[in-house]
């Protein structure tokens, strides 16, 4: 018999690991600091040993809705030998055979400062209204930058808070702020419907899990002008490819009002990616970001369609906390915190990036 699951779940908190994978025919595989490690002294999950393991964390609506759709997002809370945690799970078919991958979601909401994220992230957390954007890579930590900055607004203001996730994963105990968390599927039909029946619940803050597709853009550039503070994130590389994506989203006949429109409401974009240490650094990641604030040259060049020239534009900006990814990675090449190898390969611009640490 292989490991059971739960056990598993177990060794993924105490490892501080941030995935579990299991296919049938393999051992399951963990991932640290980015890094794939097979559990061969785990044994080899058959079929069965699989859809028992899901059986334990799905519910039978959930186990019918899988075998019928192929796929299933879901949530849930773990508890084993004193630890607690959530993981957000996804259960699939390939090759015609059950697979699950678990994402662990820790329980403790990091702080802002915790993080090593830009300390300019707390005074977003202020804004009363428009669109600000998280985005980056599966698995490169949107979703707990989010929640740093809910938790921020959390415990310093008094407004309602709306999430709409799929599924539900970091849980917010409300302090001075209302949080009403809802899940695709079990509480709303889509995140457009969450998002557009938000706005008849009197919120202030709203935080969409992702901008998908048009009607989801489209309601949450809405929100945003209409007097709530929005967040979301996209899978894009970088505050340039992020505004593109929001306007390619909409047909061309639309697109020069939507720049207006998103240059009115936009607050700001923060890129980021997980960077692995390496052993030889001690082990670990450090989170490297790009930010974009909306000052009125941004806001501008969304108007005019000039995102080429973005990147210039946060180059020139440190003075409000803006601030490139390449300037990002060389002040952890400078302060001993990143190989210089590691950082040239996650560079968006290597030559810009041996440019920098050349500077004094």
């Given amino acids: ?61 959930q186990m019918e809705k899988y075998k019928r759709e192929n796929e299933m997002d879901f949530s849930f809370s773990y508890k084993g030998e004193g630890m607690e945690a959530r993981f957000r799970g996804n259960a699939y078919f390939e090759s015609r055979k059950m697979a699950a991958a678990f994402r662990l979601i820790p329980l403790n909401i990091r702080s802002i400062e915790d993080l090593g994220l830009p300390v300019v992230l707390k005074e977003v957390s202020k804004k009363r209204r428009g669109l600000f954007l998280v985005t980056g890579p599966t698995g490169h930590g949107k979703s ?141 990641r450090v989170c490297a970001t790009e930010l974009l604030i909306a000052n009125p040259a941004v806001r501008n060049c969304i108007r005019e369609g000039k995102t080429n020239q973005i990147k210039t534009l946060i180059q020139t900006g440190l003075n409000i906390g803006m601030h490139t990814m390449e300037q990002s990675l060389s002040g952890f090449v400078k302060s001993g915190r990143l190989p210089l190898d590691t950082a040239l390969g996650y560079a968006y611009d290597a030559k810009e990036l041996q440019r920098l640490l050349l500077e004094q």
Avoid at 29 to 57: K, N, P, S
């Fill in 144 to 284: 707990t930058t989010l929640a740093s900055i809910i938790n921020e607004i959390n415990y310093t203001r008094s407004d309602h808070v709306i999430t709409i996730e799929d599924p539900i994963e970091f849980v917010y105990k409300s302090a001075k702020c209302l949080i009403n968390q809802r899940e695709i599927g079990p509480d709303t039909e889509s995140f457009a419907e969450g998002l557009r029946r938000a706005l008849r619940q009197d919120p202030d803050v709203i935080l969409i899990g992702e901008l998908r597709d048009l009607e989801t853009v489209a309601s949450a550039i809405t929100a945003s002008e209409t007097g709530h503070l929005v967040f979301g994130t996209l899978h894009t590389q970088d505050a340039a490819q992020s505004i593109d994506r929001l306007i390619d989203v909409f047909p061309p006949h639309q697109q020069t009002q939507v720049r207006v429109q998103l240059g009115a409401v936009l607050v700001g974009i923060c890129s980021q990616q997980l960077i692995p240490r390496g052993d030889s650094m001690g082990g670990g």
């Fill in 1 to 61: 018999m292989p490991t059971d699951l739960n056990t598993l779940l177990g060794n993924i908190v105490k490892n501080n690991a941030s995935d579990l994978h299991l296919s049938v025919g393999m051992p399951p595989a963990m991932r640290i600091d980015g890094q794939l490690r097979f559990l061969e002294e785990a044994g080899v999950y058959t079929a069965v040993d699989l859809e028992h393991a899901l059986q334990t964390v799905l519910t039978q609506g």
